[in-house]
């Protein structure tokens, strides 16, 4: 994540260079985000049928490549490759969180899966910083280390990874199923256990995933913020971040466990998105992203381990693959729809429209779970 974390806010800039236009970055966002809505079932399955460490090394290798590609590429058709390429390895999220399924037991899922999306969340808050100061000496250097830092964690996993899910765990159906995206994807939704609290998580991330892209532009048609005010902002909400999954989750999931969690974290979130669309002075949207933060950091996890408690162990990657795909939807439809409803309606419009929908998840959770569902 932290080689993801340096690419990320440059590639508009490998656009740039090749003199495409902001047109073409964006095309290469929602390329990249379609093919991860396909590939990432499938590598799932086949980590269910030949163990964790073989693909997570495969998609280590292929994120590696398209960092070098990246670094070397002199025309435009070259950048898409390396994004193309990027896409379709790029289930190491997927299947390190099926590592930790594998790894851990019903009582601490939530807290492995919180570590794990902290160190994801640290090397996201780390990456920008270096890529950006890597790229003071041209923009190969960033994405040469960024080659590096993904090659030296496939020789890593390699020697040190040991195999988290031993053969007679694994799954035998035949491999052709595994290459069938719609049976992978459609499969996890006809687990009645899991339903709706598939719909949470996808509402959840559609309420978050349009405010990343959006923010800069509320922030300065609002308070007149730069974009270094935004750098300082994005790192301040970095921090958040770490205080509830490095400190508190711990803590509280212990005390409280998953079922309470949930709920209250997307209370939470109801309010915090509230707080940004309604606050009438910049200082204010401090304290309202802490509420935001402290939603998102203890629902997610809590989430993501109640669904995952609720599938056999040979289906981990599958699932986790499922909902990787159900992320990648919400990344190509939350930026459009924060867009539209930022120009259409109001500048505030995709923060009501966020806490509406975690409104609206919070609505599940809590018909679920009284119905015992």
């Known amino acids: 994540m ?31 985000a379609t093919i991860q809505l396909v590939s990432g079932p499938i590598l799932g399955a086949l ?25 070397l590429a002199n025309s435009l058709p070259i950048i898409f490759l390396a994004v193309f390429l990027d896409g379709l390895t790029g289930s190491n999220l997927t299947l390190a969180h099926a590592y930790v399924a594998d790894t851990t037991t019903a009582e601490n899922r939530a807290r492995g899966l919180n570590y794990s999306q902290l160190a994801f969340g640290l090397g996201i808050m780390a990456g920008p910083i270096l890529g950006g100061t890597l790229s003071g000496y041209g923009l190969s250097i960033p994405a040469f280390i960024a080659s590096f830092f993904a090659f030296a964690n496939t020789v890593f996993g390699f020697f040190f990874l040991p195999e988290s899910l031993p053969p007679e765990r694994r799954e035998t159906k035949p491999i052709s199923q595994a290459f069938s995206w719609a049976g992978q994807f459609t499969s996890i939704f006809r687990q009645k256990n899991i339903q709706n609290f598939l719909v949470v998580l996808f509402l959840l991330n559609l309420a978050f995933a349009g405010l990343q892209t959006n923010f800069p532009l509320y922030s300065n048609a609002r308070f007149g913020w730069t974009p270094a005010q935004n750098s300082y902002f994005y790192l301040y909400v970095g921090l958040c971040g770490v205080i509830v999954q490095g400190v508190l989750f711990a803590k509280l999931q212990a005390r409280f466990g998953e079922r309470n969690l949930i709920p209250a974290g997307l209370a939470f979130m109801v309010i915090g998105l509230a707080g940004m669309a309604f606050a009438p002075e910049a200082w204010m949207l401090f304290p309202a992203v802490a509420v ?17 408690l609720r599938v056999p162990d040979k289906e981990q990657g599958r699932l986790m693959g499922g909902m990787q795909t159900l992320l990648a939807l919400t990344n190509i439809f939350g930026p459009t729809l924060a867009g539209i409803s930022f120009e259409v309606i109001a500048i505030s419009a995709p923060y009501w429209l966020g806490s509406v929908f975690a409104l609206f998840a919070l609505m599940v959770v809590i018909w679920t779970m009284d119905h015992g569902r």
Do not use: E, N, W
Not at 47 to 59: F, M, N, V
């Open 2 to 32: 932290l080689g993801y974390g340096i690419m990320l806010p440059l590639l508009p800039f490998f656009v740039q260079a090749q003199d495409g236009g902001a047109a073409i970055a964006g095309g290469l966002m929602s390329m990249y």
């Open 47 to 71: 980590s269910d049928r030949y163990g964790r460490k073989p693909i997570l090394l495969l998609c280590l290798i292929g994120t590696g490549t398209s960092y070098l590609l990246l670094g």
């Open 292 to 308: 935001v933060a402290f939603g998102t950091g203890t629902s997610i996890p809590s989430l993501t381990a109640l669904i995952s």
